[in-house]
């Protein structure tokens, strides 16, 4: 999480984001790498995104609310999506969500194959890979999440 340091949020985004191209190819990793630095999306840092790249605010918020993985408000439910698919079923990856669900502020959704099949059962929270998920490390990444 960054730390507010006095300096106008243009200059800190274009600080963040300096070794980045300015052009719309690279708007998704800014909006990465933003939300990685400042710990979510808001349409303030959006705003600053919009002048720093000179892109329009609007094509700005439509990318960023189009992909449900990037986090806005830190308030938010923490979003878990466990594999479901074949090689993670083998692993018994569809009982996670059942012992996810008790957990407050949490929503568990099924999610096709991550790309994570050798290592599986395999998880997102949030944007975060979980490799050989149990409810264990799960909880933990969740702890994480929401405490830094
Ligand atoms: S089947 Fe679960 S990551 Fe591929």
Redesign the pocket.
């Known amino acids: 999480m960054a730390v507010n340091t006095g300096m106008p949020l243009t200059e800190r985004v274009a600080a963040v984001v300096a070794d980045l191209p300015k052009d719309r190819s690279q708007l998704l990793p800014t909006l990465w790498r933003l939300a990685d630095h400042f710990g979510c999306l808001s349409p303030s840092l959006l705003a600053a995104v919009s002048e720093v790249m000179h892109i329009p605010y609007a094509e700005i918020y439509g990318v960023a609310s189009f992909y449900a993985l990037l986090p806005w408000d830190p308030g938010q439910p923490v979003i878990v999506r466990v594999?479901t698919?074949?090689?993670?079923?083998l692993k018994n990856?569809s009982e996670l969500p059942t012992v996810l669900k008790d957990h407050e502020g949490v929503v568990v959704k099924e999610s096709p194959?991550?790309?994570?099949?050798d290592l599986?059962?395999?998880a997102l929270v949030g944007s975060r890979v979980v490799r050989n998920a149990t409810p264990g490390n799960l909880a933990a990444e969740i702890g994480e999440m929401r405490h830094g």
């Open positions: 594999c698919d074949v090689m993670c079923s990856s194959c991550l790309g994570q099949c599986g059962p395999a």
